[in-house]
């Protein structure tokens, strides 16, 4: 079921479209969170235009930009609205995501113009759209009551975005419901519950279905639960039933 949210999502995005097909301007959209990113995704589907392209910074990004390029154009990384900055602390103040966000926000800035933010021992790198940089790097000297700097710019390798718990098992098919109840620990009766509830999603879209076949890698997110990805389908055992291998979001 469409929310207001995803009415006013799918407004924005034909009006990208429109400004990039006419020959005006490239426009963009975003920051945008996983869900968002794959309604827009899901517009593109049966579409033809083509000049356009995501981006969060880096390659593994979670939160991302949707640049809509007109023909003269070519979608580069370049050419996106955004920076990346430096946040450096000392490595025994435990700063986590939260702290930074919270910072952020603080400032005033809304959540669309931020993008990730990578925390490690002693260093974040965060990502910016371009317009409202500034006001971070100006305003921005403590994060919590721990002092902070903040350089435009970053040096790779960059930190770790997440980490990760192994699980592994076998189910009697790549059902949803028979996967969602391995990763999860619950009953395959109760999983299915959770499924028809609209409590689960597919690569961040969500299915209510608990016979929908899953392929490998995708994301699998179940409300009150966690995060999960699923790496392997296989191979079958003797017995017929199918290894499973994924990891839990931490």
Not at 224 to 245: S, W
Request: proline share 4%.
């Amino acid at each position: 079921m469409k929310t207001l949210d995803d009415n006013l999502l799918e407004a924005k995005a034909e009006d990208a479209l429109r400004c990039a097909q006419s020959g005006k301007a490239a426009r963009f959209i975003g920051f945008l969170d996983e869900r968002q990113a794959a309604h827009i995704r899901s517009i593109l589907k049966n579409r033809t235009f083509k000049n356009y392209m995501f981006w969060g910074g880096f390659s593994e990004a979670e939160r991302v930009v949707f640049g809509a390029f007109p023909d003269y154009l070519q979608p580069l990384e370049e050419g996106f609205p955004i920076m990346g900055a430096t946040v450096a602390f000392r490595k025994q103040d435990a700063l986590q995501h939260r702290d930074f966000l919270g910072a952020f926000l603080a400032l005033g800035l809304n959540r669309e113009t931020l993008g990730d933010i990578l925390v490690e021992d002693g260093r974040a790198v965060f990502f910016v759209r371009k317009e409202v940089s500034g006001v971070l790097l100006d305003g921005i000297q403590k994060v919590g009551r721990v002092g902070v700097s903040i350089q435009p710019g970053f040096q790779k390798p960059l930190p770790v975005a997440h980490r990760f718990k192994e699980i592994s098992g076998v189910v009697a098919s790549p059902r949803l419901d028979c996967l969602a109840a391995l990763l999860t620990g619950l009953s395959r009766e109760k999983a299915a519950g959770l499924i028809r509830s609209g409590l689960v999603m597919v690569d961040h879209e969500v299915f209510q279905e608990p016979s929908l076949t899953v392929r490998e890698g995708v994301n699998l997110s179940v409300r009150g639960t966690g995060r999960f990805i699923i790496d392997r389908l296989g191979p079958v055992t003797k017995k017929g039933r199918l290894n499973v291998a994924g990891r839990k979001y931490e």
